[in-house]
């Protein structure tokens, strides 16, 4: 099996994908947030967009230093997996 479909057949890694998809869109309401909070509109939407950025934050790190932790030796490096989250993150991955 080749590393990166240990890492597909991991639950702690689709955990990781789906909560920095999810940190996509947070972004987004909170950069709405900004507009509003900036044109004297609303905070609220600024502040509840960062407080579920922060949370989704926390357990993309937590799922996806699980995942690292999972894989067996030898790891694929730190970088590498960084990189290959944002790849999936953005395209669909296929199931088999």
């Not at 709405?32 to 989704?56: D, E, M």
């Not at 934050?57 to 997996?81: C, I, K, S, T």
Request: glycine share 6%.
């Amino acid at each position: 099996m080749t590393d990166h479909t240990q890492l597909t057949d991991s639950h702690h890694w689709k955990s990781a994908i789906w909560a920095l998809r999810c940190g996509y869109v947070e972004m987004l309401i909170v950069v709405t947030g900004l507009v509003l909070t900036l044109t004297n509109v609303t905070p609220w939407v600024l502040a509840g967009g960062l407080i579920a950025w922060l949370l989704t934050a926390v357990v993309l790190a937590l799922e996806f230093l699980v995942a690292r932790h999972e894989q067996p030796d030898p790891r694929l490096g730190f970088w590498q997996m960084r990189i290959t989250l944002l790849s999936d993150s953005v395209h669909r991955t296929t199931r088999t």
